[in-house]
Nanobody, 120 residues
Framework: QVQLVESGGGSVQAGGSLRLSCVPSRYTSCSYAMSWYRQAPGKEREFVSGIDSDGPTSYADSVKGRFTISQDNAKNTVYLQMNSLRPEDTAMYYC??????????????WGQGTQVTVSS
């Protein structure tokens, strides 16, 4: 089992910035993909951004050019830098790890979430 601990959420005004962090509870030698999802009240959870263990990144169209995902392998931490925040970015943000120790049976782990609130 892997536990994911998110931090960095908070309340900011529109146009502000936050940096979210996600730290897995243990190192894995398997290939993996880390991603951020968010869920606003009354809405479904949606993909925000992802990064593979070998580097490729992806973003939802709604955050391209404003959010940047990165990983610090030395600190075993994944970050989501969020700039130019908008009220519609308000949501609970969740970190997810998909581990490919067995490529046919990937394992998914989720953090408990960190709240981001953007006021206009």
């Amino acid at each position: 089992q892997v536990q994911l601990v998110e931090s960095g959420g908070g309340s900011v005004q529109a146009g502000g910035s936050l940096r979210l962090s996600c730290v897995p509870s243990r190192y894995t030698s398997c290939s993996y993909a880390m991603s951020w999802y968010r869920q606003a009240p009354g809405k479904e959870r949606e993909f925000v951004s992802g990064i593979d263990s070998d580097g490729p990144t992806s973003y939802a169209d709604s955050v391209k050019g404003r959010f940047t995902i990165s990983q610090d392998n030395a600190k075993n931490t994944v970050y989501l830098q969020m700039n130019s925040l908008r009220p519609e970015d308000t949501a609970m943000y969740y970190c997810k790890m998909r581990q490919y120790c067995n490529p046919d049976w990937p394992e998914d782990y989720w953090g408990q979430g960190t709240q981001v609130t953007v006021s206009s």
